[in-house]
């Protein structure tokens, strides 16, 4: 018997081969994923660092009209967007303290929310793939080794020789939806991580920003008392 790759592909059957291409569509969008949200993040984190770096030193000051003002481009980061927010929601806030550093906090939060959102985005699919893809696999296993019992019956002969070629092509879709899932798996736990990660960051520098502005107001109060 030959057990090559070649002799089990050619001695497959149709649902055999669909269940292989499944695999493979999967395991193609799961790359796809993986390479978008890797690039997606280097970016984000590295305009993410830029920002807070030059509105860091801005804020330090504690002039919130500069940063208002402050023109630091498009590409900020998950980070400069959500702040942004906060400074867009104090130039339109009224003078009242309450009022203005709760419209401050609401602003930051929807940012926030938003931000959190587009960094899961896709991630679903490697959480799909992951869970899925070794009972796809399984599948085309159980139906394999249906076909070979069927075809041991129609031969009308026992042994294990008999069925061997088709208890190995059932075999090679469990192995593949395995090969197809690990990666992904992994994939999603670190990409996940990293997204919680930057959820934080995100909700440090919200608060952060939101003390300043708290401060300002306190300020402004006591100067004009």
Known sequence: ???????????????????????????????????????????????????????????????????????????????GRVINSGLTAYRISPSNKDVAVESVARALERQAQREVQSLKRGLGVLATVGSTAPFVGLLGTTMGIVNAFQQMATAGAGGLGTISAGISEALITTAFGLLVAIPAVIAYNFLSGWVDSRSVDISESSNEFLDVVARHFGGSHTAQG
């Open 1 to 79: 018997m030959d057990f090559s790759l070649t002799h089990i592909w050619q001695s497959t059957g149709l649902f055999a081969r669909f269940i292989i291409f499944t695999l493979a569509f999967m395991s193609i969008s799961s790359l796809v994923v993986m390479a978008e949200r890797i690039i997606v993040f280097r970016k984000t984190r590295k305009d993410s660092r830029d920002f807070a770096a030059k509105m860091g030193a801005i804020l330090a000051k504690g002039d919130l009209a500069q940063a208002a003002g402050a023109n630091l481009g498009k590409d900020v980061g998950h980070l």
